[in-house]
């Protein structure tokens, strides 16, 4: 008889088995069941030897993303320090705006199939990592959903800081696949997972540039099912990091400053994209209000 394939039984479990098939043939000799009869394949079970090896079963391995480190987000910190993120100022207009921008953003990616989204300003200074940080916070709330920020400016990394996690983070080793993905990635929330880069590297545009890393980032997505990947990179148009690491985005999100971004900044920067991958919008940062509306 083929072995059966069962869980959790021991030398008892088998032993009362191996009884119950001998009385109920011994019951089944007396009278005849024409409902056994008529089922040539029961009858045949029900004529071979009971079992006597048991092979166990192995539970269900966790996902990739299950098994991520969490390193919860210090909430009282933030509140005491007035964080300007998303998460703690809900009714604030800016708050309203980041949202805005999530669900405008996920119809677009919907809508062409898209997952992998840079953000980087023209110059420095202009919020890109405010930015990156905020819309994947907001991006988090989505109940079911799957989000990894991953700080590719190697040049002045920020995304820790701005979460104020204490957490180091190599990713030069990640990406160059020295490291693995479960000892790399964090995770705050059920939702939100994180890539941090522990300290500024010379060779950052390199780094990028290498076949390594968009393997990694393939592999990484494909692992965790991510719905939405953030790439925190540093500025357009005064390092080649962004250049180098265009075939692994379906579009950038361009950060400008009201107080120092320019037409020409933008014109540049739209001129350094075309025809590489697509421009996803224009956020505006430090926007004034107008008294007149």
């Known amino acids: 008889m083929k072995d059966f394939v069962t869980t959790g039984l021991e030398d ?23 409902v056994i009869e008529n089922a040539p394949e029961l009858r045949e079970f029900l004529d071979t030897e009971p079992p006597t090896r048991i092979e166990h079963v192995p539970a269900r391995l966790p996902e990739p993303w299950e098994i991520l480190r969490r390193v ?33 953003l996920l119809h677009t990616l919907k809508a062409k199939g898209w997952k992998r989204v840079a953000i980087a300003a023209p110059t420095a200074g202009s919020g890109a990592t ?67 880069t522990r300290a500024p590297d010379r060779n950052a545009a390199e780094i990028l540039h290498d076949s390594h890393c968009a393997a990694t980032l393939e592999d990484m997505i494909d692992r965790t099912a991510a719905d939405v990947v953030i790439y925190d990179l540093p500025p357009v148009l005064e390092y080649d990091d962004l250049t180098a690491f265009l075939p692994q985005v379906d579009g ?16 540049a920067c739209e001129k350094m994209l075309a025809g590489h991958t697509e421009l996803l919008g224009v956020v505006l940062n430090r926007a004034r209000s107008s008294k007149n509306g």
């Open 72 to 104: 919860p987000i210090d909430v009282r910190q933030h509140q005491l320090n007035r964080s300007p993120l998303v998460n703690f100022f809900r009714e604030d207009p800016a708050a309203k705006a980041f949202d805005l921008l999530r669900t405008r």
């Open 12 to 34: 008892a479990d088998i032993a009362m088995t191996q009884q119950g098939f001998k009385k109920f043939r011994r019951r089944r000799g007396k009278r005849q069941d024409p």
């Open 130 to 196: 405010f930015t990156a940080v905020n819309l994947a916070l907001s991006l988090a709330r989505v109940p079911h959903s799957r989000t990894i920020l991953m700080d590719l400016n190697h040049r002045h990394p920020g995304v820790a800081e701005a979460l104020k996690l204490n957490q180091p983070g190599d990713m030069p080793g990640f990406l160059a696949g020295d490291l693995a993905m479960e000892d790399h990635l964090i995770r705050p929330t059920d939702t939100l997972a994180l890539g941090l």
């Open 252 to 267: 950038v999100l361009l950060v400008s400053d009201s107080t120092q971004t320019t037409a020409a900044h933008l014109a």
